[in-house]
């Protein structure tokens, strides 16, 4: 029996071919999302509720505020994209990719925040009889950019060919398929062509810019005062980044920043610094010193997961190995040694022993490789959490006071600056988080560095051969085991620097907060999935990845004990759209997306 393929009909014109999503003329759909685009800008003016009982005080004329500054930047980006996908002069700056995938995806997310908030206002004060003018307003203005941007031309894809002896769910599944298929499509942008040179001086300004405007986007963020508001801010941020990176801009800004790694880097660190003294107290930048230890440890992690392409499972009791150690010297009246050392004397102790502890643990157990290697340092980290549980002086010998761990952490004092005491530094005040949140700052800079200098070294190239091949590595010379020692015991020592720290900006070290998976991070399971969300093998991969993980469950408590439930959501979904990470390396998106130009030249890290 011979099985006919049919091919799916075709259009036989080149405009039906390039149509839009949304049956509109596409004068018309651009118009329409361009006007949509005014007009919630002008919506954002207008009062959306008559009573201030819900957050951020939309009642007010004439002044945004809370989610209406949101859904501004939304419409502002609309509006702009909109006009420069005209053509006019002067603006094809801002659109040297797809102007058109640019403006969907801004009405998308705008669209998306303002309906939001028009649901999450009618919910909580019991009706659309709640909304005033301006959320009527605003629901129509971004419901018509977005159709009007949904209705502008794209080359939709080839259809794929169908069996006539399909049955009826294999034929809707490739319907659905053929589908979301042309929604791709119509959001996908082109690469934008290779921008002329700029002035070295200019090029600064750029990369101080865009150093500017990620540290406003995390002050706000991390500044949000209530749920509704962070939820809006997730979906400006999101989506507003995806229309910079539609437009170009994102490539654009990272080609310039590869071309001053160093001057990037030292930018990225200033405009951390500043952090602190945007604060009024230290509300905030408890979250941002837990960040930074969050942060610093998955970056560790990162080269034994990223680089060398272990899978450790444990990782988190390095952490803890460093924090007991420092502890333990630190002069706390809960800690048995009774001795005081100095800070840089304790972390390199922690750092030391951490060490150690990687070289013990790695020595007889790296010779296993995937699951197995997983489990055995899955174990390891249980094996420390139950053995410091346990060395409480009636299961075992009197080091670790057992669950109560060790209490009193005093703070630290390097010459004669007091971490636990405020000071003043250019009129700002600078509470002990913030001291702190700086101290940490640095031993970030150190882990970085390290990191940098070793993917680039002979060593590094090793790892990353190690990671695509072990057995290509091992026959071209590489001694495997050594290699991936030498990785266990360099990440082991930076996660033992961090928990030095850590010790004293929590006061206690118990074994509850080394677990593989727990409510609250840093624990193994998240510190690894910072590393695959971020992106394995990058720098700021694990850095955003960590500050996301750490941040969206502290600002998601209001979902009670569905908050694992939506945060496991939310990373199934991402790893679904984007299983590479959010900044990944060059080679690896290119193992995602075949489809995608390959780079003309990859780093020693294949970035």
Do not use: C
């Amino acid at each position: 029996m011979t099985t006919q393929t049919t091919a799916a009909e075709t259009p036989s014109t080149p405009t039906a071919a390039q149509a839009g999503l949304i049956g509109l003329p596409a004068p018309l759909g651009r118009a329409l999302a361009t006007g949509g685009g005014v007009l919630t800008i002008v919506s954002t003016f207008l009062a959306w509720t008559w009573t201030a009982a819900f957050p951020g005080d939309l009642t007010v004329y004439g002044y945004p505020g809370g989610l209406q500054v949101l859904v501004l930047i939304g419409g502002i980006l609309t509006t702009l994209f909109g006009v420069a996908s005209y053509g006019v002069k002067g603006l094809g700056w801002l659109t040297p990719g797809s102007a058109d995938s640019a403006l969907k995806t801004a009405a998308l997310g705008t669209f998306a925040t303002a309906w939001y908030t028009v649901l999450a206002i009618s919910a909580k004060l019991g009706g659309l009889v709640n909304l005033e003018p301006g959320g009527y307003v605003v629901a129509v203005a971004t419901l018509a950019a977005l159709l009007g941007a949904l209705a502008l031309p794209f080359e939709r894809p080839e259809p794929e060919p169908f069996d006539p002896d399909d049955t009826g769910r294999e034929r809707f599944r490739h319907q659905s398929r053929q589908k979301w298929n042309n929604v791709k499509a119509a959001f996908a942008s082109e690469a934008p062509a290779p921008a002329r040179k700029l002035p070295a001086y200019a090029e600064i300004l750029v990369i101080v810019a865009a150093m500017a405007l990620g540290l406003i986007v995390f002050t706000y963020g991390i500044g949000t005062e209530y749920d509704q508001l962070f939820i809006g801010f997730l979906l400006t941020a999101g989506f507003g980044f995806g229309a910079l990176a539609k437009a170009g801009l994102v490539a654009r800004v990272s080609a310039i920043t590869a071309r001053h790694r160093n001057i990037t880097m030292a930018g990225a660190f200033a405009a951390a610094a500043a952090f602190p003294l945007t604060q009024s107290d230290d509300q905030y930048a408890t979250i941002g010193v837990y960040i930074l230890i969050f942060a610093t440890v998955a970056l560790g992690l990162n080269i034994v997961v990223g680089l060398a392409g272990l899978l450790d499972l444990g990782y988190v009791a390095f952490l803890g190995v460093g924090a007991y150690t420092a502890a333990l010297v630190s002069g706390s009246p809960s800690s048995p040694l009774h001795v005081q050392w100095p800070f840089w004397a304790s972390a390199l102790l922690g750092a030391a022993v951490a060490m150690v502890f990687g070289v013990l643990i790695g020595a007889p157990t790296l010779r296993l490789r995937g699951d197995y290697l997983a489990i055995v340092t899955l174990g390891f980290g249980e094996i420390f959490r139950i053995t410091v549980l346990n060395m409480d002086g009636t299961s075992g010998p009197d080091v670790t006071n057992g669950s109560n761990g060790i209490s009193s952490i005093p703070n630290l004092d390097i010459l004669g600056f007091d971490f636990g005491q405020e000071h003043q530094f250019l009129g700002a005040t600078v509470g002990r988080f913030a001291n702190y949140f700086l101290l940490m700052l640095l031993i970030t800079f150190i882990v970085v560095v390290v990191f940098r200098r070793s993917s680039d070294s002979r060593i590094g190239r090793a790892w990353i051969a190690i990671r695509e091949d072990e057995t290509a590595a091992l026959a071209m010379g590489i001694n495997g085991f050594r290699v991936k020692l030498i990785a266990f015991a360099l990440g082991a020592a930076l996660a033992g620097l961090a928990g030095s720290v850590q010790a004293h900006v929590t006061y206690t070290v118990t074994p509850e907060q080394y677990q593989f998976a727990h409510v609250v991070p840093p624990n193994s399971a998240f510190l690894l999935a910072a590393v695959v969300l971020g992106g394995m093998g990058t720098i700021a991969g694990p850095l955003v990845g960590a500050a996301l993980l750490y941040l969206i469950p502290a600002k998601l408590q209001f979902l009670g004990d569905y908050q694992l439930f939506a945060f496991g959501v939310a990373l199934v979904l991402l790893m679904r759209f984007r299983p590479e990470g959010l900044i990944p390396n060059r080679r690896r998106q290119l193992e995602f997306h075949e489809e995608t130009e390959a780079p003309a030249v990859l780093s020693k890290a294949g970035a």
